[in-house]
């Protein structure tokens, strides 16, 4: 079948080349090849072809035929109507847009990296590599493929392992223009030597011996935890080594909110006297026990007695709409009079509602508890000086801000310093306290930052701002997934616990966790409520 198949695609490369013409034509194919697979791209941008070399098969999805590369311009996708090849790039034309990007392509060993050079400044997303397969996509097959994103500026919605899409999309309010990312198209049994080959050569990623590619060598990576929630410290140690023992786990997994703040990561002075000394005092007994121990911080948010909110809030905390006060404010007035339509302003909060009663006017904090969403435009019912803030007189003019908030805790503005000052201080609690595991709950909140579409920049920005300042690797895991967070994570599988229909419950988690395999994680069953 595999000689069949071979015969087949040496065929129909035949009549490709026979109907654009000899290899000096410009119409030939533009052909990338490493040891393991063969890249092929028609003249008109489509034909596309991707070939094991070791049994001719093309595993490129012909029926339709898309075009390698896509752009949108004014708001209107096109696809790729020309390719022009050279020896290390690729220029692609899009049609009636006009619009061209350049694509460099260099042959890796065991991959193609692939970087966008050039692209016309009317161009406000491209996807400079997109090849369907017939694949399944399951570490069953011979042959796998996929793409991995090298930076920031590149967004692959596939998770590593093996696909059945090869896709990379980078965006203007990101940049074009420097986005790099990996094609991998390998057999299968290779596929996480290539992986963490393509991850270890990429200066932009950050790179970890027990997440990602290494996940399934990290020894502490398939630890069974016990939650602590408030209490343990030195004293108390010799209590939790019990429990932990008792059940057969070797780690405890320190729950903030109530040992450590949200945000800043404060330490309760009750729990830990000394600050950091006495975290570090509580995890050297706990290490010494053979146990590891694990923080949980609410990822970026910041809890509402942050020295970022109170006394004076912090200018970067950010915001979701903005206003101007239509009259002058006294330092007790209980409505704020804006110019702008409030149409869009809500009291409605809770855990998961993205939304605040929060107002920010210079440096005080102002909470409402309605709106006026007809002339004279305004919020009523206000709390002055809200948050341990001064109250004050301002000006007819002053800026109003309206702040971002969800699971009750402010948020930073992701395009200022302030999201990577919330990552430090959970790096130094990390670093100092001793600590060798993190889990960022709350980071399935990151679509707060900059919009569901940009959540995967900015949740990775934050993750990989924490890894930067790390002095030692963590095992990392996250209360959300994608792309971009499958480098640096460590193990999948901490579920909610059940309240009802509990063996039913494991039947769907075991089922959950078989993806985890083929993204080459170690997968858990956690966690469970025991009364």
């Not at 752009?71 to 690729?90: F, L, M, N, P, Q």
């Amino acid at each position: 079948m595999r000689a069949l198949t071979a015969i087949l695609t040496s065929v129909m490369l035949a009549a490709i080349a026979a109907t654009l013409g000899a290899q000096t034509n410009p119409m030939t194919p533009i052909v990338f090849e490493n040891q393991y697979a063969k890249l092929l791209i028609a003249a008109d941008a489509k034909g596309v072809c991707l070939i094991d070399k070791a049994t001719g098969q093309d595993y490129a999805q012909h029926e339709p035929e898309t075009a390698f590369a896509m752009a949108a311009v004014g708001g209107k996708e096109y696809a790729a109507t020309s390719a022009v090849g050279s020896e290390d790039r690729i220029t692609f034309g899009f049609g009636d847009s006009g619009a061209q990007a350049i694509v460099g392509v260099l042959v890796r060993p065991h991959y193609l990296y692939l970087k966008v050079l050039q692209a016309s400044d009317e161009i406000e997303a491209l996807t400079f590599c997109h090849v369907p397969l017939t694949v399944k996509g399951t570490l069953e097959e011979p042959f796998a493929a996929c793409m991995l994103a090298l930076d920031l500026q590149t967004n692959v919605t596939e998770a590593p392992g093996p696909n059945r899409l090869v896709r990379a999309m980078c965006v203007k309010r990101f940049g074009l223009v420097g986005a790099e990312a990996a094609l991998v198209a390998c057999p299968t049994g290779e596929m996480r030597n290539v992986l963490k080959e393509a991850v270890a050569a990429a200066p932009e990623l950050p790179h970890s011996p027990v997440g990602g590619p290494c996940a399934l060598d990290g020894p502490l990576n398939r630890t069974s935890y016990l939650f602590n929630f408030g209490g343990l410290n030195e004293q108390t140690a010799d209590e939790w080594i019990g429990r932990a023992k008792a059940v057969g786990f070797n780690q405890i997994q320190i729950h903030g909110g109530g040992p450590f703040r949200f945000g800043d990561c404060a330490l309760d002075p009750n729990t830990y006297p000394n600050g950091l000394a006495s975290v570090k005092a509580m995890t050297d007994k706990l290490h010494a026990a053979g146990l590891c121990v694990g923080m949980q911080p609410y990822a970026f948010f910041i809890d509402k007695r942050c020295p970022w909110v109170t006394p004076k809030p912090d200018p970067r905390l950010a915001s979701d709409a903005t206003f101007t006060l239509a009259g002058d404010l006294s330092a007790d007035a209980t409505e704020v009079p804006v110019a702008e339509t409030t149409e869009s302003m809500s009291t409605i909060t809770g855990f998961f509602v993205r939304n605040s009663i929060t107002l920010r006017i210079g440096e005080e904090l102002v909470t409402y508890s309605g709106v006026t969403k007809q002339p004279p435009y305004a919020f009523t019912g206000c709390q002055r000086g809200a948050y341990g803030t001064t109250p004050s007189a301002h000006a007819a003019g002053a800026k109003v801000d309206h702040l971002k908030e969800c699971f009750g805790l402010f948020v930073p503005d992701p395009e200022t310093t302030l999201l990577a000052e919330v990552a430090g201080k959970i790096a130094e609690l990390y670093n100092e306290g001793g600590f060798d595991c993190i889990y960022l709950d709350a980071l399935d909140g990151e679509d707060v930052l900059g919009g569901w579409q940009n959540s995967w920049h900015y949740g990775s920005q934050f993750v990989f701002e924490i890894w930067k300042r790390l002095e030692r690797p963590a095992v990392m895991e996250y209360s959300t997934f994608h792309h971009h967070l499958w480098y640096l994570r460590s193990r999948m599988g901490a579920w909610d616990h059940p309240t009802r229909s509990h063996k039913a419950f494991v039947d769907m988690h075991v089922r959950g966790n078989e993806a985890n395999d083929r993204m080459f994680l170690p997968s858990n069953l956690g966690w469970w409520a025991f009364l």
